[in-house]
């Protein structure tokens, strides 16, 4: 996430919480919560002053943020693998399972249209 990016960055270039505020002219707080990833999606405004700060180029910044969105979603993929494997699913009966999937995806549209 991007807020682990910049805490990451800001310590290695030595800068502190207040000091990121006062050189980008971002509230300590909104920077806070920008680094506790509680703000995920910060301006590109907000974004061009901290890349600018922090010395880095913007799109490597945006790119770092990305590729740790993705390594999130392959360890929750994985984690939840992990889970039908301890509940004794194995792989070659998984299409057995597919049918229950699209029944409960099924089921579940047709009640929000009948809710609606």
């Given at each position: 996430?991007?807020?682990?990016?910049?805490?990451?960055?800001?310590?290695?270039?030595?800068?502190?919480?207040?000091?990121?505020?006062?050189?980008?002219?971002?509230?300590?707080?909104?920077?806070?919560?920008?680094?506790?990833?509680?703000?995920?999606?910060?301006?590109i405004h907000i974004i061009e002053k901290l890349?600018?700060?922090?010395?880095?180029?913007?799109?490597?910044?945006?790119?770092?943020?990305?590729?740790?969105?993705?390594?999130?979603?392959?360890?929750?993929?994985?984690?939840?693998?992990?889970?039908?494997?301890?509940?004794?699913?194995?792989?070659?009966?998984?299409?057995?399972?597919?049918?229950?999937?699209?029944?409960?995806?099924?089921?579940?549209?047709?009640?929000?249209?009948?809710?609606?």
């Amino acid at each position: 996430m991007i807020g682990d990016n910049i805490t990451s960055l800001r310590k290695q270039r030595g800068l502190t919480l207040s000091e990121l505020a006062e050189r980008t002219g971002i509230s300590k707080s909104y920077l806070s919560n920008i680094e506790r990833n509680l703000k995920q999606n910060p301006s590109i405004h907000i974004i061009e002053k901290l890349s600018e700060v922090l010395k880095v180029d913007l799109k490597v910044l945006v790119e770092m943020a990305a590729e740790a969105e993705t390594k999130q979603v392959e360890n929750e993929w994985l984690d939840f693998i992990h889970e039908l494997k301890q509940l004794g699913i194995e792989k070659d009966r998984i299409n057995e399972y597919k049918i229950l999937f699209e029944f409960m995806k099924w089921y579940n549209d047709h009640v929000r249209e009948e809710g609606e």
